[in-house]
């Protein structure tokens, strides 16, 4: 990492249409940066991925793995492509191992309404959602990911594992976000969402969680079963504000959460841990609509965002938390309007229209 | 089972509102049968849950289980309450005890919007839902149920299994059931879900899917994977026919369908086996609102409606199927006037006045 003023940021644009919200959100990032000033901050472009793994049999090379290693904060587009896969058929999925080597065990995904874009719910309390699912990103039923075993073409087994000291961390982690956001006015409540009831091993993450939140007894600790929380996020999500879970119930619960947002191309999310992290929008590489210019940059924008506050807490350097805020201003503000309407939303707003949109508005929310 | 002329009901009604939905469940039943007559049902109320454990010691006596294993059909109403918990800590659901006992492999839970029953969803189409999502009910993560492991206080460990002998199974129902579905007009399409992308089992899941596809090449099979499918029963469920998934995700799905139909209490269960079935309403035993009045017993009805049909198809007797019909078009009518609306729904709609109008409801649709 750099100890000099400047702070680096490894790039990856991945597969897909990640290359053309990458492009668009490094000139968002130059808009605010350049505008809040004191701000340096240097960018370096790797490989890794689908084609990556295609064009030099490696999805995550060692030099990239280094790269990101040494790097102040990594932004990620979207890597796989269904028709690039391994041998035994899984998919290419580096953002995994990525997560797995830096120990991001805390996978950070915002639920927040962006006034303007119409979210599937009727009830009108849907339109200011602002919550954050934490999915524990490195262990839980992922733990097997490459690891699972077929017996005599028989049986399959994949086993989920979680450890006191990941928990321990992610509970903390949570509960430290709880209260940043209780002191922003929300209510100061982590919600843990298991299915204790039936799994030890939930019952273990329920009983590390009680630990947890004796210690951190100025805020609320509550429990949902996962299923009921499933049921919940449609019925009434607005009851929020933060709540943790298993890296598998949050890969479900999070893309549900995205839903009521308006959906992927709309929803940031960031990977943390005690040193690094990933920021990276929930969407994929949408082979579908490659060259198309449809792509919405918005989750990518939004991503950046986060990274830059990220950045700003952890080297405590205010301006990068002043231009993450703008950033966040600025998209809010380019859809306030109520003419911006991304494709996926069954609108016309292609990936330019957006992106100028979004660097129009930092001007007016400066 | 009874080979006389006449059919037998275990009736377990369980804990909390449990009895409070079951009796007016059989009056409902005795409404439909006697109307269409031709029809001989004799029921035996058997003790199983977590009352029957604090007062006997055991959650489902082996009486109990010898009774559900010689009746004909299952009438199940909840179980479980959160005061009263095993040893170890797990809430006491005889019910899983039950689909493993008995190899109900096929959990089918239709969402099925029911016209006059508000629906959380803005779009119209979201409110003429008709799909049905079949979770496998007898291994997939649950297959841990009461086997998870903790090492050294440390880590804690729950194996996912999935058999080759059961997902051929459970492929095979769920494309006789989508058949079933085309030749009634709908289009005729399994879709599996799982996350074939991560995981081993999951991979070896869906090459059993494609092996049994290939088998049922009438009928139109498709994918997706668990995480985009949360998002897509938000965004257009509308599309859905029949989906078919493991039980942990089949768990979770479902609360998220029942939700898009009224919740819990609007929502009705089979789990179906080559002998036996269970038919419950998905809703818990509800200890906050016993005593009130305020249980909605829909779903209890439109669960024995399936009973109906599921012995009707089995035994070969048609007044079965007809009196199931008429069960679920006398709930239809009683929701369609609109002046019908449970508590959980934020109306003022009690047991008995759901009851009253299904029942008064059989007269007009006979
Ligand atoms: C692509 C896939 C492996 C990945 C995951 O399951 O974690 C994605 O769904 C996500 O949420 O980042
Ligand atoms: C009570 C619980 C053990 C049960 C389950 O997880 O299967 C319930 O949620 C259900 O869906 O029937």
Known sequence: MSSSN???VAVLPGDGIGAEVMGPCLEVIDA??????????SFKEVPAGAACYRDHGEALPKETLEEVRNADAILLAAMGMPDIRYPDGTEIAPQLDIRFELDLYAGVRPVRSIPGVP????????????????????????????????????????????????????FDF????????KAAGHEGRLTC????????????????????AAENNDLIADYAYVDAMALNLVRNPWVYDVAVTENMFGDILSD?????????????SADVGDEHAVFQPCHGSAPDIVGSGKANPTAMFLS???????L????DRPAYGKAGALLTAAVDKAFAAGNLLPFELGGESGTTDVTNAVIAAVDQVC
Request: glycine share 8%; proline share 3%.
């Open 174 to 181: 949570s509960f430290n976000l709880a209260r940043k956001r």
């Open 256 to 268: 549900l959460g995205a839903a009521l947002i308006g959906g992927m191309g709309m929803a940031p």
């Open 304 to 310: 950046a965002g986060m990274m830059l506050e990220w």
């Open 312 to 315: 700003a807490d952890k080297h």
């Open 193 to 212: 969402v298991d299915k204790a009831n039936v799994f030890t091993s939930f019952a273990f993450f329920r009983s590390i969680f009680d630990e947890r």
């Open 6 to 8: 400047s702070l680096s």
């Open 32 to 41: 605010v940066t350049s505008r809040v000033g004191d701000i340096s901050l």
């Open 119 to 170: 979210g599937p719910l009727s009830d009108p309390r849907a339109q200011a959602l602002d919550f954050v699912l934490i999915r524990e990103s490195t262990e839980g039923l992922f733990a097997s990911h490459g690891k699972g075993t077929i017996e005599d073409n028989r049986i399959a087994r994949d086993t989920m594992e979680i450890t006191r000291e990941v928990s321990e961390k992610l």
